[in-house]
């Protein structure tokens, strides 16, 4: 398992703006110093700002803070809105792609258990945790 790019540069964003809470840094700011594509970070940037998770403010003074202190912002809630899909296999979204498996698969349902306790180990940590 992999988690997408979107992901890692939200949570490398949010340990940049966590370590540096003076700074009101920007995304072209962020980018350079995470050596991250501005064009990329700009999305992951726009969905975090539409949470409580980043604040973005335009003008002369503008820029990016975080929006909740370090330890109220959990990994797991994070991860969650930030992956689009956490199918492992196939066969977890749609049926009818393996002939072997049914509604009793014991792999899909080792498989599920196991993104579950990934998710739940996760959720255990907040931004506080990492910086």
Do not use: W
């Not at 002369?60 to 797991?76: D, Q, S």
């Not at 049914?102 to 996760?122: H, Q, T, V, Y």
């Amino acid at each position: 398992m992999q988690l997408s790019k979107f992901t890692d540069y939200a949570f490398r964003a949010l340990i940049y703006l966590a370590k540096n809470p003076q700074d009101n840094g920007t995304v072209d700011k962020l980018a350079d110093e995470l050596n991250i594509s501005t064009h990329h970070l700009k999305k992951v940037i726009n969905k975090l700002a539409k949470t409580e998770y980043i604040i973005s403010t335009k003008g002369r003074n503008g820029g990016l803070k975080l929006g909740l202190p370090p330890e109220e912002i959990n990994l797991g809630k994070v991860l969650l809105l930030t992956e689009e899909n956490l199918s492992l296999v196939e066969c977890m979204n749609e049926t009818g792609t393996c002939p072997l498996i049914s509604e009793e698969c014991k792999l899909k349902g080792i498989i599920c258990r196991s993104l579950n306790g990934f998710i739940n180990e996760m959720s255990n940590y907040t931004l506080r945790d990492i910086i």
